[in-house]
C-alpha cells in the first residue's frame, strides 16, 4: 500500500479592488512566501486568473513543490462559499457572476475554496484570532478600499443563510432617506460607518458648522488622515469620529439584539484608529442593544494583522475544502 503523503501547506489569496496577494501558508498559519500585484491592471478576468494562476505556480514550484499543497483558498469581494463564484461585486471590474473557484480550480489543478472578505476574516479570527474558544460571535470588518462586511458563526460553525449572503450587516438601514448607497438603496450602515462614510461625515460637518479644519485643504481625504487630524486636535476630525462610533454602536446594539453573541469583533483600517471612535461606539451599542444583552456582550478589537489578515483567513478556508488534486 503507498503511504499517503500529508500535505502541510496551503496558498491563500486575497483579493482586493487594488491589489492581489497570494501567499504559502503552513498549517500553523506561518507565511512561508508572499507576494503581490495589481488587481486594477486586468479588465478581463480570463486574463487576470491566468495571471494569477502561473504567478502561483511559479512561486510554489520555488518552495516545495505542487506535492506540498494542499488547496487553495481565496479571499474576495462579493464571494460566495456556497456557489464558488463572485457575484455582483460592485466595487469590482468583473461584472455578474464570475465562478472564480472553478477557474483556478481548472488552471492549478486544486482544489479551491472562495469567500467573502467577511466570511474569510471571521474563519482566520476563529483559526488564529480573537475569535478562538468562541462558539457564537459576529465579525464585522471595516475597511479603506470596501465598505462593511459581516460573518455570523452560530455553533461553532459559520452561517451563511440560504443563499450564501448571510450577515450583510452593511445593507442595514440605518437612516431612512439617508445617503444613498453603492447597493442602490439609501442610509445603509456602510454609508455612515465605512472609511468613505466617514468622509462624507467630514465634509457634512465642514458644510454645517463653517468651521476652520486642517481637513479643508486636504485633496485626499481618509481614515489616517482624518485620525492624524484628531491627534492635531482638529474639531471637525474629532466630531467626524464622534459621529461614526454613535452610528456604529446603533447599528451593532441593533445586530446583536437580533444575533445574541458572545462577542462582536471587529477587524479592518477604521478599527487601526479605534480610540478616536471606541468610546462613543461602546456608549451607543450599550443604549441601544436589547437589555437584557446589556454588558454581557464582548466588543474586540482583532489582535491579526491588517495586512495579513485575510491571507491567513483564506488559508484557513482552505483546510475546509475536500481535498482534491489532478496531480495524485
Known amino acids: 500500500m503507498d503511504e499517503k503523503i500529508i500535505k502541510r501547506h496551503v496558498v491563500g489569496i486575497d483579493i482586493s479592488t487594488e ?7 503552513d498549517i500553523q498559519g506561518g507565511i512561508l512566501a508572499k507576494e503581490s500585484f495589481s488587481t486594477s491592471d486586468y479588465s478581463n478576468v480570463n486574463e487576470y486568473v491566468s495571471v494569477l494562476s502561473d504567478k502561483i505556480v511559479m512561486m510554489v514550484e520555488q518552495n516545495g513543490g505542487y506535492e506540498t499543497i494542499r488547496s487553495v483558498g481565496v479571499s474576495a469581494p462579493s464571494g460566495n462559499f456556497l456557489t464558488g463564484s463572485m457575484e455582483n461585486a460592485s466595487n469590482m471590474p468583473w461584472k455578474g457572476h464570475v465562478p472564480l473557484a472553478a477557474m483556478l480550480r481548472d488552471r492549478l489543478g486544486l482544489a479551491v475554496a472562495l469567500g467573502n ?5 471571521a474563519v482566520g479570527e476563529k483559526t488564529f484570532g480573537a475569535a478562538r474558544g468562541l462558539s457564537d460571535f459576529v465579525i464585522v470588518s471595516i475597511s ?8 455570523i458563526y452560530m455553533d461553532g460553525r459559520v452561517h451563511l443563510g440560504s443563499e450564501g449572503f448571510a450577515g450583510e450587516f452593511g445593507h442595514m438601514c440605518l437612516v431612512q432617506n439617508g445617503r444613498q448607497c453603492s447597493c442602490g438603496h439609501k442610509g445603509c450602515v456602510e454609508e455612515y460607518t465605512s472609511a468613505r462614510g466617514l468622509v462624507k461625515t467630514v465634509q457634512e460637518i465642514m458644510s454645517e458648522s463653517g468651521n476652520s479644519s486642517i481637513l479643508s485643504n486636504s485633496d485626499n481625504l481618509s481614515i489616517k488622515v482624518i485620525a492624524d487630524a484628531c491627534e492635531q486636535g482638529d474639531e471637525v476630525a474629532i466630531e467626524a469620529f464622534h459621529r461614526t462610533g454613535q452610528y456604529l454602536g446603533m447599528a451593532l446594539g441593533t445586530y446583536a439584539s437580533l444575533i445574541d453573541p458572545e462577542a462582536i469583533i471587529l477587524t479592518g483600517d477604521l478599527v487601526s484608529h479605534s480610540k478616536w471612535l471606541m468610546d462613543d461606539m461602546r456608549a451607543s451599542f450599550q443604549a441601544h442593544v436589547f437589555q437584557n444583552l446589556r454588558g454581557k456582550i464582548d466588543l474586540l478589537i482583532s489582535p491579526l494583522n491588517n495586512n495579513e489578515r485575510d491571507l491567513l483567513g483564506a488559508s484557513a478556508l482552505a483546510w475546509e475544502v475536500k481535498e482534491y488534486s489532478l496531480f495524485k
Open 117 to 121: 472578505d467577511a466570511h474569510v476574516t
Open 144 to 151: 479603506s478600499h470596501g465598505g462593511v462586511g459581516s460573518c
Open 19 to 25: 491589489l492581489t496577494t497570494y501567499a504559502i501558508v
